[in-house]
């Protein structure tokens, strides 16, 4: 007697979510932003630096992303101002009347691929805006193939 199993997978993971578009991408509070060509460099031989910026007329959005380690692993958001230890997470934007910085205070930010050349991940918090108040949720970040500055 001979028994052929088959597994098929028809679903689509949170692992294969893509930034259609761009290297960088997170939902915040539900709405998607895809940030094209961020960029890492080593702020300290301990110290990564994602960032991303663009300026388009009166409007200005950056965002930058600190992990305090140099190699793949999970790291805790820490809120900006504490120890140099985890990961920070900071999205600034302003359009002439309205700015926000949105830092993130309690989530993970984790490193999947390090190399010489190239840094990808995935990240998800709670954060808040600290000009306002105002409290996000930060969910599906994700960034691929980043290259180094």
């Keep these: 007697m001979l028994f052929v199993f088959s597994c098929q997978?028809?679903?689509i993971t949170k692992e294969e979510i893509s930034c259609d578009g761009g290297?960088?991408?997170?939902n915040l509070n539900g709405s998607?932003?895809?940030?094209?060509l961020a960029r890492w460099r080593f702020i300290t031989p301990n110290q990564i630096r994602i960032e991303w910026q663009e300026i388009s007329g009166t409007k200005y959005q950056q965002v930058v992303v600190d992990v305090y380690g140099s190699s793949?692993?999970?790291?805790a958001v820490q809120a900006?101002?504490?120890a140099q230890t985890g990961s920070k997470f900071q999205y600034f934007t302003t359009d002439s009347l309205v700015s926000k910085t949105i830092r993130g205070t309690k989530g993970s930010i984790e490193i999947t691929v390090f190399d010489s050349e190239i840094i990808s991940g995935k990240f998800s918090m709670q954060a808040q805006d600290i000009l306002s108040g105002e409290n996000y949720t930060i969910s599906e970040g994700r960034f691929q193939g980043v290259p180094k500055q």
């Excluded at 290297?23 to 997170?26: L, T």
């Excluded at 998607?32 to 094209?36: E, R």
């Design 23 to 26: 290297n960088f991408c997170f």
């Design 32 to 36: 998607n932003l895809t940030l094209p």
């Design 9 to 11: 997978k028809n679903e």
């Design 72 to 75: 793949t692993g999970i790291f």
């Design 80 to 82: 900006f101002g504490s």
